[in-house]
């Protein structure tokens, strides 16, 4: 029997290749991808449950020595399945199994020198990528341009935030991947700066959600965003900016033959719950290098949130040390300045101090000595192997656990290379690497053991900048969830519970959302290590419910339930940690939102906190037979359900 199914796969194989055309499906059948050529230039189109997703979009590449984009020969193809099982404390989910259908396309050139294709296409889901097997002697070449392209139907709609502009913003740090997101435009909508759209970028069709990303980008390629559409509403793929990392360095990537791309992903889905739920961006890559040690999840605090640079000093340290071992959490985060106004010598007490508190150390760093002109302070610490081990190693002597590098900025090769030169030489140090002013994880969750998460988004730290980002605080993390915090961690420090954005909380900035909402953004937003903008007066003037969710709320989920939503309006989440289940949900519509959902694993006796009519939030004990919940969310509030 298996001789037979092996034999009508290859038969199957030979027919495609007689038509210049290959067929597969997902293993439930309702993905169906086809790829072939039209007038020498290799296409593929997408359906889901028979839909056109993406209609025929264009592929290849071309690099200094060879063009693999157009005149090519289709050579044949072959189908594999694939199976893999892994697990991970760092996702929305903790035990993962990835099945899918493999097709490796073979295309050549007029010099007859091939270039693969490799589809993986597993239940609502794609993940491609080009192979370039070595041909002769030439193994040196500079990949110019992909050839890579997404085209949508046009009655499809996008939502997606824009590229920003290099060197530009503060100090020259830009890009941030902190941009707004423009919900439900025309698909032929160009960005505001005419550069195109930063992954992940999310679109609905008729009857379809699509999500596109990468995933798998080391040092040895750049990382990529999405061009403007055409008329036709085709995105295609886009190489770093020229203008970024101050104009120096090349927006190609150097690569060495045999050579595979990164991956390309495609999540598919007639609702949202396979956007939010998928794991494609860590089912197709492998680590990179073998993890040091055991590195712990948790929770944790950081003064600069609210007290600012001027609270780096050893007195307020002292006091979030305090406050972290009050709440029972695992790390505080020390920012910017620390090297100037505490020192190197008063830091090894206070780290001692908090050793004794059972409390752990991250410590703040700039990442610049070229790309920027961000004047923080400890800088010229990373860039360079040589000044960053020896700081590595004295962070490792004095039992600091990690770095948060910020200041990064780009996609060009080089500072690709700069991320994983960080990582690798943080991993033989035993150091977790948390990154901000950074392009998002393209899987590094898994490539980099020691990886924890990067910014990537507009942050908490904006809602201490502006009221406007206060007032567009619900809006933006109904967001999230969907778009950029389904691919990769997202370090957003947020749950606010100070109702004033300033050190004695009765000035600055007016927070806009409810206790309620802020706690359920401790569930809805996903990293293993994440530090919340809790202070210390919130030990008194917050709710005592408040503080004992808080208190208890975990970092690492075993599992993850989209229960419903729409990008920028509502969002409803459950997440389960070992035997503990959550749900979460915010509304950041203008009128109350009433849910109704059935959770069976939540039958019986449970507690909800939400907000009345009033806007008082309050916690309840509620029963619910067979796990069936109707809960209604006020305006900019939201809730939580755990047992």
Same mark, same amino acid.
């Given at each position: 029997m298996r001789n037979l199914i092996f034999l009508i796969g290859v038969m199957s194989v030979y027919?495609?290749?007689?038509? $210049?055309?290959?067929?597969?499906?997902?293993?439930?059948?309702?993905? %169906?991808?086809?790829?072939?050529?039209?007038?020498?230039?290799?296409?593929?189109?997408?359906?889901?449950?028979?839909?056109?997703v993406?209609?025929?979009?264009?592929?290849?590449?071309?690099?200094?020595?060879?063009?693999?984009?157009?005149?090519?020969?289709? %050579?044949?193809?072959?189908?594999?399945?694939?199976?893999?099982?892994?697990?991970?404390?760092?996702?929305?989910?903790?035990?993962?199994?990835?099945?899918?259908?493999?097709?490796?396309?073979?295309?050549?050139?007029?010099?007859?020198?091939?270039?693969?294709?490799?589809?993986?296409?597993?239940?609502?889901?794609?993940?491609?990528?080009?192979?370039?097997?070595? +041909?002769?002697?030439?193994?040196?070449?500079?990949?110019?341009?992909?050839?890579?392209?997404?085209?949508?139907?046009?009655?499809?709609?996008?939502?997606?935030?824009?590229?920003?502009?290099?060197?530009?913003?503060?100090?020259r740090?830009?890009?941030?991947?902190?941009?707004?997101?423009?919900?439900?435009?025309?698909?032929?909508?160009?960005?505001?700066?005419?550069?195109?759209?930063?992954?992940?970028?999310?679109?609905?069709? @008729?009857?379809?959600?699509?999500l596109i990303s990468e995933t798998g980008v080391d040092a040895t390629y750049v990382a990529s965003h999405l061009s403007d559409p055409n008329d036709e509403g085709e995105f295609t793929i886009s190489f770093p900016e020229s203008t970024e990392l101050n104009s120096f360095g090349s927006t190609g990537a150097a690569i060495s033959l045999p050579y595979s791309t990164p991956w390309r992903t495609i999540t598919l889905g007639t609702s949202l719950k396979p956007i939010v739920?998928?794991?494609?961006p860590f089912d197709v890559v492998e680590p990179l290098y073998k993890s040091s040690?055991?590195?712990?999840? &948790?929770?944790?605090?950081?003064?600069?949130?609210?007290?600012?640079?001027?609270?780096?000093? +050893?007195?307020? $340290?002292?006091?979030?040390?305090?406050?972290?071992?009050?709440? &029972?959490?695992?790390?505080?985060?020390?920012?910017?300045?620390?090297?100037?106004?505490?020192?190197?010598?008063?830091?090894?007490?206070?780290?001692?101090?908090?050793k004794r508190k059972n409390v752990d150390v991250l410590l703040w760093y700039n990442s610049n000595g070229v790309a920027n002109d961000a004047p923080m302070t400890p800088r010229n610490k990373m860039h360079r192997a040589i000044s960053r081990k020896k700081e590595m190693q004295w962070l490792q002597e004095n039992g600091v656990k990690g770095l948060k590098v910020d200041f990064m900025g780009g996609d060009k090769q080089e500072t690709i290379q700069l991320y994983e030169d960080i990582m690798s030489d943080a991993n033989d140090y035993g150091l977790m690497m948390i990154f901000h002013?950074? *392009?998002?994880?393209?899987?590094?969750?898994?490539?980099?053991?020691?990886?924890?998460?990067?910014?990537?988004?507009?942050?908490?730290?904006?809602?201490?900048?502006?009221?406007?980002?206060?007032?567009?605080?619900?809006?933006?993390?109904?967001?999230?969830?969907?778009?950029?915090?389904?691919?990769?961690?997202?370090?957003? &420090?947020?749950?606010?519970?100070?109702?004033?954005?300033?050190? *004695?909380? @009765? &000035?600055?900035?007016?927070?806009? *959302?409810?206790?309620?909402? $802020?706690?359920? *953004?401790?569930?809805?937003?996903?990293?293993?290590?994440?530090f919340f903008a809790l202070t210390p007066n919130n030990l008194e003037d917050a709710?005592?419910?408040a503080i004992d969710f808080m208190k208890n709320i975990p970092t690492t989920w075993d599992e993850t339930i989209f229960i419903d939503g729409y990008p920028g309006e509502y969002i409803v989440i459950a997440r389960r940690h070992e035997e503990q289940w959550y749900i979460a949900g915010i509304n950041a519509s203008k009128e109350p939102k009433k849910v109704s959902f059935s959770l069976p694993e939540l039958e019986g006796n449970k507690f909800i906190i939400n907000d009345s009519k009033e806007g008082l939030t309050e916690k309840k004990e509620i029963k619910r037979k067979r796990?069936?919940?109707?809960v209604t969310m006020q305006p900019q509030g939201g809730f939580v359900i755990t047992n």
């Open positions: 027919q495609f290749s007689l038509a $210049q055309k290959a067929t597969i499906n997902s293993p439930d059948e309702v993905v %169906k991808l086809e790829v072939y050529l039209e007038s020498g230039m290799p296409v593929y189109k997408v359906l889901y449950k028979n839909e056109v993406l209609e025929k979009s264009p592929l290849g590449l071309r690099t200094n020595i060879t063009d693999y984009s157009e005149n090519l020969n289709f %050579k044949g193809s072959e189908i594999n399945s694939i199976e893999k099982t892994y697990e991970s404390r760092k996702l929305k989910k903790s035990n993962i199994d990835y099945e899918a259908q493999e097709l490796i396309t073979t295309f050549s050139n007029e010099k007859d020198q091939e270039i693969k294709v490799v589809f993986r296409v597993s239940n609502n889901n794609i993940a491609f990528r080009y192979h370039i097997p070595k +041909y002769n002697d030439t193994v040196a070449h500079v990949v110019i341009e992909e050839s890579t392209g997404f085209n949508f139907p046009q009655t499809a709609k996008s939502f997606l935030t824009p590229q920003s502009k290099s060197m530009v913003g503060f100090q740090t830009k890009p941030s991947y902190e941009e707004g997101y423009y919900l439900d435009q025309d698909i032929t909508t160009a960005s505001v700066n005419n550069l195109g759209y930063t992954f992940p970028a999310l679109f609905k069709t @008729d009857n379809n959600w699509v739920e998928t794991t494609i040690k055991d590195y712990k999840p &948790g929770r944790g605090v950081w003064s600069w949130i609210m007290w600012q640079d001027a609270s780096m000093n +050893y007195e307020d $340290q002292v006091t979030y040390i305090d406050f972290a071992a009050e709440l &029972g959490y695992e790390y505080i985060l020390i920012d910017a300045l620390w090297d100037q106004n505490i020192g190197y010598n008063r830091m090894e007490d206070l780290i001692d101090y908090a002013g950074a *392009t998002i994880p393209k899987g590094w969750e898994i490539m980099y053991p020691n990886f924890i998460s990067t910014e990537a988004v507009l942050a908490s730290e904006n809602l201490m900048f502006s009221q406007y980002a206060n007032d567009q605080e619900a809006r933006s993390a109904a967001i999230h969830p969907f778009i950029r915090n389904t691919v990769g961690s997202m370090d957003f &420090g947020g749950t606010v519970l100070n109702e004033r954005y300033n050190r *004695t909380n @009765d &000035g600055g900035n007016v927070r806009k *959302t409810s206790d309620a909402f $802020q706690l359920a *953004t401790a569930v809805l937003f996903q990293t293993p290590v994440q709710p005592e419910f796990g069936e919940f109707e």
